[in-house]
C-alpha cells in the first residue's frame, strides 16, 4: 500500500497566520497517463469531510483562494493564507492514484 | 444540489449483520462512482471500497473483503454497504462520498456494534 506521511500533527495557529501541511508519499502519485490524485479535506468535529483541494492544485467549487495546493511526484503541501476561525479542525490529504486509496494521518489546526 | 443522505446511528449485536445506505440526489446517480470511508473513534479515514452505480462493478481495500459488500439500487438512487459478521472494531462513523476525489459526502452514520 502506498504510505502518505503528512506533517505537522499538530498546528497551533494564530488567526491571520499562513500556513503549510506537507504530504509525502512512499512512491510516486502520478500514473501513467500523467495524471495525480492528490487531495485535500477539512474535517470539523460533528461533520462530514469537505473537499478542498484535488488533482494537487484545483480548488473545489466556493472554497476561498487563501486554499492553495502545490507539489508533484512524492511532496505535496497545502498552504492556507491568513487563516480564519472557520478554518480550524482536521486537514487529511488522500491519494487516489494506487489502489487502495490512502489518507495522510491528519493534521490538526487549533489555536494557540 | 448534490446531497448523499445517510442514517445518522445504527445499534447492532455482536455477530449480526448491518446494511447502510447512501440516497443520493441532485445528480445523475450512475454517472459517478460511490465510495464508503470508515473512520474509527479518534482514528483517522479508511477507505473501504468503491461501486460504479452503472454496472455495479466495485473495487475493495482488500482488509475490507471479507467484510463489506457494496451494492447500489439504480431505480432509488441508493448505494448500499453491508457489513457481516460484526465485532467491536466495526464500531466507526461511515461515510458515503461521490467520484474519484471525493468531492460529496454524506452526513455518516454511527455504527455501534454493542449487546
Known amino acids: 500500500d502506498v504510505v502518505v506521511t503528512q506533517t505537522p500533527l499538530s498546528l497551533p495557529v494564530s488567526f491571520g497566520d499562513q500556513v503549510s501541511i506537507s504530504c509525502r508519499s512512499s512512491q510516486s502519485l502520478a500514473n501513467s497517463y500523467g495524471n495525480t490524485y492528490l487531495s485535500w479535506y477539512l474535517h470539523k468535529p460533528g461533520q462530514s469531510p469537505q473537499l478542498l483541494i484535488y488533482g494537487i492544485s484545483n480548488r473545489f467549487s466556493g472554497v476561498p483562494d487563501r486554499f492553495s495546493g502545490s507539489g508533484s511526484g512524492t511532496d505535496f503541501t497545502l498552504k492556507i493564507s491568513t487563516i480564519k476561525p472557520e478554518d480550524l479542525g482536521m486537514y487529511y490529504c488522500?491519494?487516489?492514484?494506487?489502489?487502495?486509496?490512502?489518507f495522510g494521518s491528519g493534521t490538526k489546526l487549533e489555536i494557540k | 444540489q448534490v446531497q448523499l443522505q445517510q442514517p445518522g446511528a445504527e445499534l447492532v449485536k455482536p455477530g449480526a449483520s448491518v446494511k447502510l445506505s447512501c440516497k443520493a440526489s441532485?445528480?445523475?446517480?450512475?454517472?459517478?462512482?460511490m465510495y464508503w470511508v470508515k473512520q474509527r473513534p479518534g482514528q483517522g479515514l479508511e477507505w473501504i471500497g468503491g461501486i460504479n452505480p452503472s454496472n455495479g462493478g466495485t473495487n475493495f481495500n482488500e482488509k475490507f473483503k471479507s467484510k463489506a459488500t457494496l451494492t447500489v439500487d439504480k431505480s432509488s438512487s441508493t448505494a448500499y454497504m453491508q457489513l457481516s459478521s460484526l465485532t467491536s472494531e466495526d464500531s466507526a462513523v461511515y461515510y458515503c462520498t461521490r467520484n474519484y476525489y471525493f468531492d460529496y459526502w454524506g452526513q455518516g452514520t454511527t455504527l455501534t456494534v454493542s449487546s
Open positions: 441532485g445528480y445523475t446517480f450512475t454517472s459517478y462512482y
Open positions: 488522500l491519494q487516489g492514484t494506487h489502489q487502495p486509496f490512502t
